[in-house]
């Protein structure tokens, strides 16, 4: 039993502690939002929308655009509710939508291949892209270096192989589940993770 | 979930040279499980080695990039604007000028529900009752209300469906005029109630 | 819709809408006003909005006249006002309010004769539940 922070200051005696509901998981506010409640879909928005802007932003690389497409998926989603299978798993059903939307939209301009720009690698990489001067200007460049290669590296990759190492090294999505997402056989997405893997590592092995 | 054609382009992983997968050797030395065999095998280290070159990408890729301010009121200005009300209902004591969505009766219903400290309300459905006729000569109260809930593990079933059920009547009879109504409580589940903070 | 009719040559059904739908944002119990046909429009505008804007969506209407729908029937002015409720007063009180407060504007205002009917679409415990109050 905690001890009382208040007890030793000599307050007066604690209140006992009210037992309070656990938070309302998933499924209970996909259950709610099928009934018609925009405030449950909200909540969903609210623990979902940090995590699949991350995965359009990755796979666009553009902020803008990863906003415009994160948006039109969650309101695709609350347009599809009605058929969203209660007993499935809500989080995997939105990877799928944001994904697929993410992925038509590189798909519909053309994209070549192109490093992020310079302000979504900045907003991206936190610290690995700080500007601020390390005591050590050199290791600073280095990382700079560093965080270039890699972002030349990812943005080599094709789509498709980039997703699924998304998915599973970013996101820690199972096998099984990255297979639902992007709506592929078991074996293809482990071959694509694997391929993924093999092609970063050669494009990274001047960095040994 | 479409299965995938069988795809002579994207075959599974081949397995290393010695037979090992090489995404599960990586996956267990990630985990620090690292088998006799993979210590010893050219083939594993090497798998192993380039996958530590990728730790860095990893951890690049992994630093999140903050959802912009206004992507959830954007989502949600869209949503209500969608709303999907059900059917309209007419209030017994005013007659046809004044309806509700059976939505904004299960708005109301989830809010005061939502208060009683042992229920999580799941699926709360209303509908007007239906009039006497062939199949049910009694015919329905006005408005039938049905609801899945959990309970505390702790609260006793029965007295908490009593407590759903006058909550209920109460707040149908204050808001909106509703006197003749049978409430319908199903639970679904349990939960524990955890220790509370102050 | 915009067409006055002979008995009312200066009073269009949209001013009548606008005035119904003020008088019903500001009765106390209803935190917004719900328009029929808003999705279609609200899409449009707010992909145009942020085009030029860049930034925040286009601030939505609070006195929102599509959420009026206005009929005229042998002559009579009959409306119905989709509203949502915020529960204090209670829904009923805030129904009977809405259609005092729009008859009462409508007198004042066109020296018109409406039957009002309210329809509440939803209900909304939060003060102002709107997204445009965030």
């Known amino acids: ?208 | 979930m479409a299965v995938d054609q069988v795809d002579p382009v994207e075959p599974a992983p081949d397995a290393l040279p010695c037979g090992r997968d090489p995404l599960t050797v990586v996956d267990d030395a990630r985990a620090g499980r690292i088998s006799a065999h993979s210590r010893s095998c050219e083939y594993c280290q090497q798998a192993i080695d380039e996958d530590r070159l990728l730790a860095t990408v990893r951890e690049i890729e992994a630093e999140p990039v903050p959802a912009p301010d206004t992507l959830l009121p954007r989502v949600m200005a869209t949503v209500f604007a969608e709303l999907r009300p059900g059917r309209q209902i007419a209030l017994p004591a005013v007659g046809p000028s004044a309806s509700v969505t059976e939505l904004a009766i299960v708005s109301t219903l989830r809010h005061h529900l939502d208060e009683l400290p042992d229920l999580i309300v799941h699926r709360c459905r209303v509908r007007a009752g239906e009039p006497a006729g062939e199949l049910r000569p009694e015919g329905e109260p006005a408005l039938v209300v049905e609801l899945t809930a959990a309970g505390a593990y702790q609260a006793d079933l029965a007295d908490l469906a009593d407590q759903v059920r006058a909550t209920a009547h109460r707040v149908l009879r204050e808001q909106f005029g509703f006197d003749d109504v049978r409430v319908d409580v199903e639970f679904v589940d349990l939960f524990t109630l955890a220790d509370g903070g102050d | 819709m915009t067409e006055p009719s002979a008995a009312d040559p200066a009073v269009t059904d949209d001013a009548v809408a606008i005035a119904a739908a003020q008088a019903a944002i500001d009765t106390p119990g209803v935190t917004r006003l719900v328009p029929a046909i808003g999705y279609l429009i609200r899409d449009a505008v707010s992909g145009l909005a942020r085009q030029l804007t860049g930034q925040q969506l286009a601030p939505e209407t609070r006195a929102d006249p599509d959420a009026v729908e206005v009929e005229r029937v042998d002559g009579a002015l009959r409306l119905t006002i989709r509203i949502v409720a915020t529960g204090t007063p209670p829904v009923l009180a805030t129904i009977g309010a809405v259609r005092t407060a729009v008859e009462q504007a409508l007198a004042a205002a066109f020296g018109l004769t409406a039957q009002v009917s309210v329809l509440v679409v939803d209900t909304a415990w939060e003060p102002d539940a709107s997204p445009s109050a965030r």
């Open chain 1, 1 to 208: 039993m905690k001890v009382d922070e208040a007890a030793i200051d000599g307050a007066a005696a604690p209140a006992p502690r009210r037992p309070v509901k656990p938070d309302v998981d998933d499924a209970v506010l996909v259950l709610r939002a099928q009934d018609g409640d925009p405030r449950a879909f909200e909540q969903l928005v609210r623990r979902y929308q940090q995590v699949m802007f991350g995965v359009a932003v990755r796979i666009l690389g553009d902020r803008d655009e990863a906003e415009d497409v994160t948006q039109n998926a969650f309101i695709a989603a609350w347009r599809r509710l009605p058929e969203f299978r209660a007993d499935a798993k809500f989080s995997t059903w939105m990877y799928r939508i944001v994904t697929n939307q993410a992925l038509n939209q590189a798909r519909g301009q053309s994209r070549r291949p192109r490093p992020a720009d310079r302000e979504t690698l900045e907003a991206a990489s936190g610290s690995w892209a700080s500007t601020t001067v390390d005591a050590d200007p050199e290791r600073h460049a280095q990382r700079a270096a560093l965080l270039a290669a890699v972002r030349r590296a990812l943005a080599a990759l094709p789509d498709q192989l980039r997703v699924c190492w998304l998915l599973r090294e970013v996101h820690e999505r199972s096998y099984q589940e990255v297979a639902d997402i992007t709506e592929v056989s078991l074996d293809t997405a482990r071959g694509r993770i694997f391929r993924a893997r093999q092609r970063l590592a050669e494009e990274m092995s001047a960095w040994r």
